[in-house]
């Protein structure tokens, strides 16, 4: 006769479900990712305009950081950056103060989350400006100066005799990289001086020494950034404000030589343009603006109203612009309205010149109510060409 099994008592067979239970449930609730790859995935969803996928994402990792951990300030700068993108500057301010506070002097590696980026938003995004965001763009300035100075002092070193070749088989590797970052740094430190030229001809115009300050740094940036047209366009907002328009129109063109700068820096330098009387190249630039982004309503306005000022013969295309920035203004909740007064402005008198006329140029809408890319060229060519013909959109074509 076989042997029988030892019963199990009821407390060994409780036991066991519970066992059971609890492996089912560790199954069932794996961990959270670790900090670095929750906010390595929001940072690719940031980068691919997915802000709003982005946000939980870093949150998360915030929450899963608690001071002394290394990725805690990497999510400051990441949560204010995706906010930006949101449209919340209040909350990316006291996320980039956060940051500022754990790294008051920008000297924490870049990996732990240092450097000058948060004292840079920061500055911008003051609500008190002037002397406030002049500090912050000077200690970022600081940070930037002090990497390339050490950059520049690392380069210089001559390495160990016994470690030359090994040394600088390392240099030939890092050749790339190091110059990427560099000049990275220097566009940087470039912006943040003409962000300070632009506090000291608004904010700060009163002080006695703000059109020395002015000089000194456009310079300075012109002198870090030789090939940026951000400088230029400082340059030229300088001499503008001076009465010295010639000077300007020249500082202008040699901006509009250089590469593309970035998207803002390029409305920027469209109402520049506006300003010097450069309408021609002003609407070439707006032109390349909205082949890149159709949904910005700034510059629908910029281009209509330059095509405006450009002349009655222009009208007709101004016309098209302009309507095409009050329907964005009135879709997207547009909060400018000053912007959208003088817009609505601007229509009023070419609906009321033109007539009938101005009706023909819905004819070049797209069935959607956009206006579509060939009229709006259409529209803008004879000002360009009223400039110099191609050198208008020389910019767009570097």
């Known amino acids: 006769m076989a042997k029988t099994r030892p019963k199990q008592s009821a407390r060994q067979r409780l036991q066991k479900q519970k066992q059971k239970q609890q492996a089912i449930a560790t199954e069932k609730e794996a961990p959270p990712p670790p900090p670095s790859a929750l906010l390595e995935e929001a940072t690719s969803h940031l980068h691919a305009g997915s802000p709003d996928t982005a946000l939980p994402l870093a949150e998360l990792a915030l929450s899963l950081s608690p001071l002394p951990s290394p990725t805690h300030l990497p ?21 980039f103060h956060r940051a500022i506070a754990l790294d008051p002097a920008g000297t924490l590696a870049p990996h732990l989350g240092g450097g000058a980026d948060k004292f840079l938003f920061a500055a911008q995004l003051s609500p008190s400006g002037g002397h406030d ?107 503008l404000s001076q009465g010295r328009e010639a000077d300007a129109q020249a500082a202008l063109e040699r901006a509009l030589a250089c590469a593309p700068p970035a998207f803002g820096v390029r409305v920027s330098l469209a109402r520049v343009l ?95 109510g956009s206006e579509s890319a060939s009229a709006s060229a259409s529209a803008s060519a004879s000002a360009s060409e009223s400039e110099g013909g191609e050198a208008a959109d020389e910019m767009e074509t570097t």
């Not at 999510?75 to 006291?94: E, F, Q, R, Y």
């Not at 309205?337 to 070049?364: D, K, P, S, T």
């Open 75 to 95: 999510a400051l700068n990441l949560l204010g950056l995706i906010s930006l993108d949101l449209g919340l500057p209040s909350a990316a301010n006291t996320y």
């Open 133 to 239: 965001s002049l500090q912050l763009f000077q200690r970022g300035v600081s940070v930037l100066r002090s990497s390339l100075s050490s950059a520049a002092a690392d380069a210089d070193a001559p390495p160990p005799p016994q470690h030359q070749q090994q040394q600088q088989q390392k240099q030939q590797q890092q050749a790339h990289v190091d110059d990427d970052e560099a000049r990275e740094s220097r566009d940087k430190l470039a912006a943040a001086l003409c962000g300070m030229v632009e506090l000291y001809m608004t904010d700060l115009s009163w002080e006695a020494d703000a059109e020395a300050q002015c000089e000194a740094l456009v310079a300075e940036a012109a002198l870090v950034a030789p090939l940026s047209a951000e400088p230029l366009l400082a340059l030229a907002n300088v001499r």
């Open 274 to 368: 506006m300003e010097a009387g450069m309408v021609g190249r002003a609407v070439g630039v707006c032109e390349g603006l909205v082949a890149e982004e159709e949904g910005s309503v700034e510059v629908w306005y910029l281009g209509g109203w330059a095509l405006y000022l450009g002349g009655r013969e222009m009208w007709a295309g101004s016309l098209v612009w302009l309507r095409e920035c009050l329907r964005l203004f009135a879709e997207l909740g547009w909060e400018d309205e000053r912007l959208g007064e003088h817009a609505r402005e601007l229509v009023g008198e070419i609906e009321g010149v033109l007539g009938g006329e101005g009706e023909e140029e819905e004819g070049w809408e797209d069935e959607d």
